[in-house]
Protein backbone atom coordinates (compact mmCIF):
# COMPACT_ATOMS: atom_id res chain seq x y z
CA UNK A 1 0.00 0.00 0.00
CA UNK A 2 1.68 3.39 -0.80
CA UNK A 3 2.39 5.92 1.66
CA UNK A 4 -0.61 8.52 1.28
CA UNK A 5 -3.44 5.60 1.68
CA UNK A 6 -1.77 4.67 4.78
CA UNK A 7 -2.47 8.67 5.82
CA UNK A 8 -5.96 8.32 4.25
CA UNK A 9 -6.64 4.73 6.08
CA UNK A 10 -5.67 6.25 9.55
CA UNK A 11 -8.24 9.24 8.92
CA UNK A 12 -10.86 7.35 7.50
CA UNK A 13 -10.60 4.37 10.66
CA UNK A 14 -11.00 7.97 13.01
CA UNK A 15 -13.86 9.07 11.56
CA UNK A 16 -15.62 5.47 11.34
CA UNK A 17 -14.82 5.49 15.03
CA UNK A 18 -16.72 9.32 15.93
CA UNK A 19 -19.00 8.45 13.38
CA UNK A 20 -18.98 8.40 9.57
CA UNK A 21 -22.12 6.15 8.78
CA UNK A 22 -21.52 3.93 12.07
CA UNK A 23 -0.34 6.89 -1.91
CA UNK A 24 16.27 11.20 -6.85
CA UNK A 25 15.86 12.32 -10.44
CA UNK A 26 13.83 10.56 -13.22
CA UNK A 27 15.35 7.57 -15.14
CA UNK A 28 16.21 7.24 -18.72
CA UNK A 29 14.83 4.00 -19.60
CA UNK A 30 13.36 4.47 -23.33
CA UNK A 31 11.00 2.25 -24.66
CA UNK A 32 13.86 0.09 -26.64
CA UNK A 33 15.05 -1.02 -23.16
CA UNK A 34 11.40 -2.75 -21.69
CA UNK A 35 12.12 -5.79 -20.22
CA UNK A 36 9.99 -7.99 -19.28
CA UNK A 37 9.05 -9.56 -15.84
CA UNK A 38 10.41 -12.78 -16.62
CA UNK A 39 13.82 -11.51 -16.30
CA UNK A 40 12.98 -10.61 -12.78
CA UNK A 41 11.27 -13.59 -11.57
CA UNK A 42 12.58 -16.76 -9.86
CA UNK A 43 10.86 -19.58 -10.56
CA UNK A 44 9.83 -22.19 -8.07
CA UNK A 45 8.39 -25.48 -8.26
CA UNK A 46 5.41 -24.60 -6.39
CA UNK A 47 3.24 -21.67 -8.15
CA UNK A 48 0.97 -19.59 -6.52
CA UNK A 49 -2.46 -20.09 -8.29
CA UNK A 50 -4.49 -16.66 -9.11
CA UNK A 51 -8.14 -17.26 -9.39
CA UNK A 52 -10.28 -14.51 -10.37
CA UNK A 53 -13.11 -13.52 -8.80
CA UNK A 54 -15.11 -12.82 -11.80
CA UNK A 55 -15.64 -15.72 -14.13
CA UNK A 56 -18.49 -15.46 -15.75
CA UNK A 57 -16.87 -13.20 -19.16
CA UNK A 58 -13.29 -12.96 -20.81
CA UNK A 59 -12.18 -9.38 -21.23
CA UNK A 60 -12.89 -9.85 -24.95
CA UNK A 61 -16.34 -10.78 -24.27
CA UNK A 62 -16.59 -7.15 -23.12
CA UNK A 63 -14.69 -5.24 -26.17
CA UNK A 64 -15.71 -4.23 -28.86
CA UNK A 65 -13.02 -5.19 -32.19
CA UNK A 66 -12.97 -3.40 -35.14
CA UNK A 67 -10.87 -2.75 -37.75
CA UNK A 68 -8.92 -5.63 -36.30
CA UNK A 69 -8.70 -3.08 -33.36
CA UNK A 70 -9.95 -3.99 -29.85
CA UNK A 71 -11.52 -0.89 -27.44
CA UNK A 72 -13.50 -0.92 -24.35
CA UNK A 73 -16.50 0.94 -24.74
CA UNK A 74 -19.16 1.86 -21.92
CA UNK A 75 -17.27 -0.09 -19.36
CA UNK A 76 -15.29 0.78 -16.34
CA UNK A 77 -11.84 -0.83 -15.16
CA UNK A 78 -11.40 -1.14 -11.50
CA UNK A 79 -8.99 -3.07 -9.01
CA UNK A 80 -10.00 -5.69 -6.46
CA UNK A 81 -7.06 -7.74 -5.55
CA UNK A 82 -6.31 -8.11 -9.80
CA UNK A 83 -7.22 -5.82 -12.38
CA UNK A 84 -11.04 -6.37 -13.48
CA UNK A 85 -13.52 -4.55 -15.80
CA UNK A 86 -17.53 -4.58 -16.21
CA UNK A 87 -20.17 -3.17 -17.95
CA UNK A 88 -21.72 0.55 -16.65
CA UNK A 89 -24.75 -1.68 -15.57
CA UNK A 90 -22.66 -4.52 -13.68
CA UNK A 91 -24.32 -7.21 -15.79
CA UNK A 92 -21.24 -8.52 -17.03
CA UNK A 93 -17.72 -8.40 -15.10
CA UNK A 94 -13.95 -10.13 -16.47
CA UNK A 95 -10.68 -10.56 -14.88
CA UNK A 96 -7.56 -9.81 -15.86
CA UNK A 97 -5.38 -12.82 -14.94
CA UNK A 98 -3.24 -10.04 -13.71
CA UNK A 99 -2.67 -7.95 -9.83
CA UNK A 100 -2.31 -4.93 -10.24
CA UNK A 101 -3.58 -1.68 -8.90
CA UNK A 102 -4.88 1.93 -10.33
CA UNK A 103 -6.01 0.99 -13.55
CA UNK A 104 -7.13 4.22 -16.22
CA UNK A 105 -8.00 2.91 -20.18
CA UNK A 106 -6.49 5.36 -22.06
CA UNK A 107 -8.23 7.93 -24.47
CA UNK A 108 -9.07 5.95 -26.75
CA UNK A 109 -9.87 3.07 -24.97
CA UNK A 110 -7.43 0.84 -26.22
CA UNK A 111 -4.96 0.15 -23.62
CA UNK A 112 -5.12 0.13 -19.74
CA UNK A 113 -2.42 1.41 -17.61
CA UNK A 114 -1.82 0.82 -14.34
CA UNK A 115 1.08 0.42 -11.42
CA UNK A 116 1.77 -3.43 -10.73
CA UNK A 117 4.39 -5.35 -8.09
CA UNK A 118 7.20 -6.75 -10.08
CA UNK A 119 7.79 -10.07 -8.02
CA UNK A 120 4.61 -10.97 -7.38
CA UNK A 121 3.26 -10.46 -11.22
CA UNK A 122 5.87 -12.73 -12.64
CA UNK A 123 5.66 -15.09 -9.75
CA UNK A 124 1.97 -15.21 -10.49
CA UNK A 125 2.86 -16.27 -14.52
CA UNK A 126 1.11 -13.71 -15.76
CA UNK A 127 -0.18 -14.67 -19.14
CA UNK A 128 2.93 -13.40 -21.94
CA UNK A 129 5.69 -14.16 -19.34
CA UNK A 130 7.81 -16.80 -18.45
CA UNK A 131 8.86 -18.02 -15.38
CA UNK A 132 5.77 -18.29 -12.60
CA UNK A 133 6.83 -19.69 -9.18
CA UNK A 134 6.62 -18.87 -5.83
CA UNK A 135 9.24 -18.08 -3.34
CA UNK A 136 9.65 -21.37 -0.86
CA UNK A 137 7.85 -19.65 2.04
CA UNK A 138 6.10 -16.92 0.27
CA UNK A 139 1.95 -16.07 0.61
CA UNK A 140 -0.48 -14.17 -1.82
CA UNK A 141 -0.03 -11.12 -0.14
CA UNK A 142 3.73 -11.07 -0.86
CA UNK A 143 2.38 -9.72 -4.23
CA UNK A 144 1.84 -6.36 -3.04
CA UNK A 145 4.71 -6.61 -0.63
CA UNK A 146 7.24 -6.04 -3.70
CA UNK A 147 8.24 -3.06 -5.74
CA UNK A 148 5.58 -0.87 -7.60
CA UNK A 149 6.47 0.04 -11.24
CA UNK A 150 3.72 1.10 -14.08
CA UNK A 151 2.87 -0.95 -16.72
CA UNK A 152 0.66 -1.02 -19.68
CA UNK A 153 -0.97 -3.33 -21.42
CA UNK A 154 -3.45 -4.01 -24.76
CA UNK A 155 -7.40 -3.15 -23.81
CA UNK A 156 -8.19 -7.80 -23.94
CA UNK A 157 -4.95 -8.18 -21.32
CA UNK A 158 -2.53 -8.82 -23.55
CA UNK A 159 1.53 -7.37 -24.53
CA UNK A 160 1.85 -6.44 -20.78
CA UNK A 161 5.21 -4.05 -20.83
CA UNK A 162 7.04 -2.46 -17.98
CA UNK A 163 7.52 1.77 -18.28
CA UNK A 164 9.24 2.55 -15.31
CA UNK A 165 12.46 1.04 -13.43
CA UNK A 166 13.56 3.47 -11.02
CA UNK A 167 14.24 2.78 -7.24
CA UNK A 168 11.50 3.75 -5.04
CA UNK A 169 7.27 3.02 -5.53
CA UNK A 170 5.77 4.01 -9.00
CA UNK A 171 1.80 4.10 -9.31
CA UNK A 172 -1.04 6.07 -9.98
CA UNK A 173 -0.81 6.77 -13.71
CA UNK A 174 -2.84 9.05 -15.68
CA UNK A 175 -3.32 9.36 -19.43
CA UNK A 176 -2.72 12.76 -21.02
CA UNK A 177 -5.59 13.84 -23.78
CA UNK A 178 -4.01 12.95 -26.35
CA UNK A 179 -2.37 9.86 -25.12
CA UNK A 180 0.60 10.23 -25.53
CA UNK A 181 1.77 10.94 -22.22
CA UNK A 182 1.38 9.38 -18.73
CA UNK A 183 1.37 11.37 -15.28
CA UNK A 184 2.24 9.23 -12.22
CA UNK A 185 3.51 9.48 -8.85
CA UNK A 186 7.03 8.40 -8.18
CA UNK A 187 8.62 7.87 -4.48
CA UNK A 188 12.13 7.60 -5.93
CA UNK A 189 13.15 10.96 -4.45
CA UNK A 190 12.00 10.06 -0.76
CA UNK A 191 8.86 11.42 -0.89
CA UNK A 192 5.74 10.83 -3.17
CA UNK A 193 6.00 13.56 -6.43
CA UNK A 194 4.09 14.11 -9.61
CA UNK A 195 6.42 12.83 -13.00
CA UNK A 196 5.45 12.87 -16.37
CA UNK A 197 6.74 10.53 -18.94
CA UNK A 198 5.82 9.57 -22.76
CA UNK A 199 3.15 7.06 -23.00
CA UNK A 200 6.53 4.12 -24.36
CA UNK A 201 8.06 5.44 -20.49
CA UNK A 202 11.15 7.24 -22.05
CA UNK A 203 11.60 10.67 -21.28
CA UNK A 204 10.75 10.30 -17.31
CA UNK A 205 10.46 13.95 -15.55
CA UNK A 206 9.62 15.55 -12.17
CA UNK A 207 7.44 17.80 -12.27
CA UNK A 208 6.97 19.00 -8.53
CA UNK A 209 9.91 19.44 -6.10
CA UNK A 210 10.82 16.48 -3.75
CA UNK A 211 9.97 18.50 -0.59
CA UNK A 212 6.54 17.26 0.10
CA UNK A 213 4.22 13.98 -0.62
CA UNK A 214 2.00 14.70 -3.87
CA UNK A 215 -0.51 12.51 -5.40
CA UNK A 216 -3.69 11.51 -7.66
CA UNK A 217 -2.38 13.39 -10.72
CA UNK A 218 -4.37 13.75 -13.45
CA UNK A 219 -4.80 15.35 -16.95
CA UNK A 220 -7.36 19.16 -17.88
CA UNK A 221 -9.06 18.07 -20.98
CA UNK A 222 -6.82 20.53 -22.72
CA UNK A 223 -4.21 19.04 -21.45
CA UNK A 224 -2.56 22.02 -20.63
CA UNK A 225 -2.39 21.39 -16.68
CA UNK A 226 -2.50 18.71 -14.43
CA UNK A 227 -4.38 18.55 -10.97
CA UNK A 228 -3.08 16.55 -7.79
CA UNK A 229 -3.34 16.76 -3.86
CA UNK A 230 -0.30 17.08 -1.76
CA UNK A 231 0.28 18.20 1.76
CA UNK A 232 2.42 21.61 1.14
CA UNK A 233 -0.06 23.34 3.73
CA UNK A 234 0.46 21.66 6.25
CA UNK A 235 -2.58 18.70 5.71
CA UNK A 236 -4.44 17.44 2.22
CA UNK A 237 -5.14 20.24 -0.40
CA UNK A 238 -6.28 20.09 -3.67
CA UNK A 239 -3.39 22.14 -6.42
CA UNK A 240 -3.00 22.22 -10.17
CA UNK A 241 0.31 22.96 -11.77
CA UNK A 242 0.82 23.58 -15.84
CA UNK A 243 2.01 20.35 -17.43
CA UNK A 244 5.61 21.85 -17.88
CA UNK A 245 5.94 22.48 -14.16
CA UNK A 246 5.09 26.40 -13.90
CA UNK A 247 2.40 28.29 -12.25
CA UNK A 248 1.47 26.11 -9.41
CA UNK A 249 -1.65 27.05 -7.93
CA UNK A 250 -3.39 25.60 -4.31
CA UNK A 251 -7.09 25.17 -5.42
CA UNK A 252 -8.35 24.20 -1.93
CA UNK A 253 -7.55 25.78 1.28
CA UNK A 254 -9.44 24.08 4.59
CA UNK A 255 -9.09 22.01 7.51
CA UNK A 256 -10.44 18.84 5.68
CA UNK A 257 -8.55 16.16 3.62
CA UNK A 258 -9.00 16.67 -0.03
CA UNK A 259 -7.67 14.27 -2.01
CA UNK A 260 -8.01 12.47 -5.82
CA UNK A 261 -9.09 15.10 -7.94
CA UNK A 262 -10.47 14.78 -11.33
CA UNK A 263 -11.69 16.97 -14.17
CA UNK A 264 -14.88 16.74 -15.93
CA UNK A 265 -14.63 16.63 -19.55
CA UNK A 266 -15.57 20.33 -20.20
CA UNK A 267 -12.96 21.18 -18.36
CA UNK A 268 -15.25 23.25 -15.82
CA UNK A 269 -15.22 21.66 -12.93
CA UNK A 270 -13.43 19.47 -10.45
CA UNK A 271 -14.65 16.28 -8.68
CA UNK A 272 -12.41 15.05 -6.02
CA UNK A 273 -12.89 12.99 -2.76
CA UNK A 274 -12.50 14.64 1.02
CA UNK A 275 -13.18 13.99 4.47
CA UNK A 276 -14.82 16.43 6.41
CA UNK A 277 -15.37 16.87 10.21
CA UNK A 278 -19.21 17.12 10.31
CA UNK A 279 -20.05 14.58 7.53
CA UNK A 280 -17.38 11.86 7.17
CA UNK A 281 -15.55 11.01 3.81
CA UNK A 282 -17.68 12.15 1.14
CA UNK A 283 -17.49 13.35 -2.85
CA UNK A 284 -16.93 16.88 -3.78
CA UNK A 285 -17.44 19.28 -6.97
CA UNK A 286 -15.79 22.42 -7.42
CA UNK A 287 -15.51 24.85 -10.00
CA UNK A 288 -11.72 24.54 -11.92
CA UNK A 289 -10.76 28.02 -9.95
CA UNK A 290 -11.55 26.19 -6.63
CA UNK A 291 -14.61 28.48 -6.33
CA UNK A 292 -18.30 27.07 -5.68
CA UNK A 293 -17.13 23.62 -3.78
CA UNK A 294 -20.15 21.47 -2.77
CA UNK A 295 -20.87 18.18 -1.30
CA UNK A 296 -22.62 15.87 -3.49
CA UNK A 297 -22.79 12.78 -1.46
CA UNK A 298 -25.05 11.97 1.58
CA UNK A 299 -23.68 12.43 5.55
CA UNK A 300 -22.45 8.69 6.44
CA UNK A 301 -21.51 7.90 2.94
CA UNK A 302 -17.86 7.10 2.93
CA UNK A 303 -16.32 7.46 -0.15
CA UNK A 304 -12.74 7.03 -2.05
CA UNK A 305 -11.17 8.65 -5.35
CA UNK A 306 -13.72 9.76 -7.55
CA UNK A 307 -13.66 10.08 -11.54
CA UNK A 308 -16.12 11.95 -14.03
CA UNK A 309 -17.46 9.79 -17.07
CA UNK A 310 -16.88 11.08 -20.96
CA UNK A 311 -20.06 12.69 -20.86
CA UNK A 312 -19.93 14.29 -17.50
CA UNK A 313 -23.13 12.93 -16.31
CA UNK A 314 -21.82 10.61 -13.93
CA UNK A 315 -19.21 10.65 -11.22
CA UNK A 316 -17.95 6.55 -9.99
CA UNK A 317 -16.33 6.02 -6.85
CA UNK A 318 -15.67 3.34 -4.59
CA UNK A 319 -17.83 3.07 -1.64
CA UNK A 320 -17.49 1.33 2.23
CA UNK A 321 -20.67 0.46 3.44
CA UNK A 322 -20.26 0.80 7.39
CA UNK A 323 -20.47 -3.12 7.92
CA UNK A 324 -17.97 -3.65 5.38
CA UNK A 325 -14.31 -4.23 4.89
CA UNK A 326 -14.95 -3.85 1.22
CA UNK A 327 -15.67 -1.30 -1.33
CA UNK A 328 -18.63 -0.98 -3.64
CA UNK A 329 -18.22 0.03 -7.09
CA UNK A 330 -21.11 3.05 -6.99
CA UNK A 331 -22.51 6.11 -9.36
CA UNK A 332 -24.06 9.72 -8.52
CA UNK A 333 -25.00 11.83 -10.74
CA UNK A 334 -22.62 15.58 -10.55
CA UNK A 335 -25.99 17.02 -8.88
CA UNK A 336 -26.15 14.14 -6.01
CA UNK A 337 -29.06 12.39 -7.60
CA UNK A 338 -29.52 8.80 -9.12
CA UNK A 339 -26.72 7.18 -6.66
CA UNK A 340 -26.62 3.56 -6.43
CA UNK A 341 -24.24 0.56 -6.96
CA UNK A 342 -22.85 -0.61 -10.14
CA UNK A 343 -24.97 -4.26 -9.93
CA UNK A 344 -24.92 -5.80 -6.67
CA UNK A 345 -21.36 -7.48 -6.63
CA UNK A 346 -19.26 -5.45 -8.14
CA UNK A 347 -16.49 -3.85 -5.78
CA UNK A 348 -12.53 -2.41 -5.62
CA UNK A 349 -10.59 0.14 -5.98
CA UNK A 350 -9.53 2.95 -8.09
CA UNK A 351 -12.43 2.75 -10.85
CA UNK A 352 -11.87 4.01 -14.46
CA UNK A 353 -14.40 4.66 -17.20
CA UNK A 354 -13.93 3.66 -20.92
CA UNK A 355 -14.90 5.72 -24.00
CA UNK A 356 -18.79 5.66 -23.66
CA UNK A 357 -21.03 5.76 -26.58
CA UNK A 358 -23.97 7.97 -25.85
CA UNK A 359 -26.71 8.47 -28.44
CA UNK A 360 -24.37 7.06 -30.82
CA UNK A 361 -21.37 8.68 -30.60
CA UNK A 362 -18.43 7.18 -28.95
CA UNK A 363 -16.58 9.77 -26.93
CA UNK A 364 -13.30 8.83 -25.61
CA UNK A 365 -12.35 9.62 -21.77
CA UNK A 366 -12.25 13.58 -22.65
CA UNK A 367 -15.20 13.50 -23.86
CA UNK A 368 -14.44 14.10 -27.29
CA UNK A 369 -16.27 12.42 -30.46
CA UNK A 370 -14.04 9.71 -31.50
CA UNK A 371 -16.34 7.97 -33.96
CA UNK A 372 -19.60 8.90 -35.18
Known sequence: MKRRYYVLAFAVAWLLTVGCGGKSDPGETAAGDEETIAETAEADETPFEYEPKYTDYAPDDLLVAKNGVKRAENL???ECGALHICTTD????????????????????????????????????V????????????????????????FVMNVDGSNVTRLTFAEGNDYEPAFSPDGAEIAFVSERGGKSDIFVMNA?????????????????????????????????DGDREV???????????????NDFFDYAPCFFPDGSRIVYGSILP?????????NADGSSPRTVTAPGVCTFAPTASPDGSWIAFPSEPPEMDYCYIRLIRPDGSDFHKVGEDIYGDRVSFS??????????????????
Open 76 to 78: LAF
Open 90 to 125: GAKAASFLIRGADPVFSPDGTKIAFSGYVEGLARLG
Open 127 to 150: PGFAGAGNKPGRSESDCYDTHSDI
Open 200 to 232: DGSEQRRLTPPSFDDGGPAFSPDGRKIVFDSNR
Open 239 to 253: FVINADGSELTQLTS
Open 278 to 286: QEGVGIRVM
Open 355 to 372: PMRVDGVLLDTYGRVIEE
